[in-house]
T-cell receptor, first 113, second 114 residues
Framework: DTAVSQTPKYLVTQMGNDKSIKCEQNLGHDTMYWYKQDSKKFLKIMFSYNNKELIINETVPNRFSPKSPDKAHLNLHINSLELGDSAVYFC????????????FGPGTRLTVL | AQTVTQSQPEMSVQEAETVTLSCTYDTSESDYYLFWYKQPPSRQMILVIR??????QNATENRFSVNFQKAAKSFSLKISDSQLGDAAMYFC???????????FGAGTRLTVKP
């Protein structure tokens, strides 16, 4: 299936731990994103990245870092997890030359205890 | 920065009836894209419909249509013949043609009553 996939779907961890969420797209897109959806369902972009440029939302703590081993992957690393990091994290991708539609992964629900 | 406003946190509609979800946005740009995404309880974000700002004709996808008023910066979604499966959170989104940012509204939770 052509899609954006994320692993894991659920992640429960203790405060202070370091964790990663993986994202892969097989759509041939050149730009990938990470979004955070809080408990009130508000979606905020965290990062957008293509092979040339990383754009960081300035409100994102530097404990969060995207890592892209290749064009099809954009993983999210989170250091020293805090209670407020609990949210659903969505990966998305798009092709710059298209109608700019973004395709979303299924989301990862992160719970920090 | 562009902002997207959805003034209806919750809406409900009777099955088979029509409902309109509101969205307004603020921008100084002339070239951009607008989207409606649906998020059912499964959490998956699903594109419902898109509109290019340079097109005057309102987009339509089966039972879903938009009323795009560029001067008023309004982009409402009309769902005709509502079905139980339409129950979801609906997000309006704006994307500039100049960068990759997609700005989302706060969402409208739609309930469909049988």
């Amino acid at each position: 299936d052509t899609a954006v996939s994320q692993t894991p779907k659920y992640l429960v961890t203790q405060m202070g731990n370091d964790k990663s969420i993986k994202c892969e797209q097989n759509l041939g897109h050149d730009t990938m994103y990470w979004y955070k959806q809080d408990s009130k369902k508000f979606l905020k972009i965290m990062f957008s990245y293509n092979n040339k440029e990383l754009i960081i939302n300035e409100t994102v703590p530097n404990r969060f870092s995207p890592k892209s081993p290749d064009k099809a992957h954009l993983n999210l690393h989170i250091n020293s997890l805090e209670l407020g990091d609990s949210a659903v994290y969505f990966c998305a991708s798009s092709k710059r030359t298209s109608t700019n539609e973004q395709f979303f992964g299924p989301g990862t629900r992160l719970t920090v205890l | 920065a562009q902002t997207v406003t959805q003034s209806q946190p919750e809406m409900s509609v009777q099955e088979a009836e029509t409902v309109t979800l509101s969205c307004t946005y603020d921008t100084s740009e002339s070239d951009y894209y607008l989207f409606w995404y649906k998020q059912p309880p499964s959490r998956q974000m699903i594109l419902v419909i898109r509109q290019e700002a340079y097109k005057q004709q309102n987009a339509t996808e089966n039972r879903f249509s938009v009323n795009f008023q560029k001067a008023a910066k309004s982009f409402s979604l009309k769902i005709s013949d509502s079905q139980l499966g339409d129950a979801a959170m609906y997000f309006c989104a704006y994307r500039s043609n100049n960068n990759n940012d997609m700005r989302f509204g706060a969402g409208t939770r739609l309930t469909v009553k049988p």
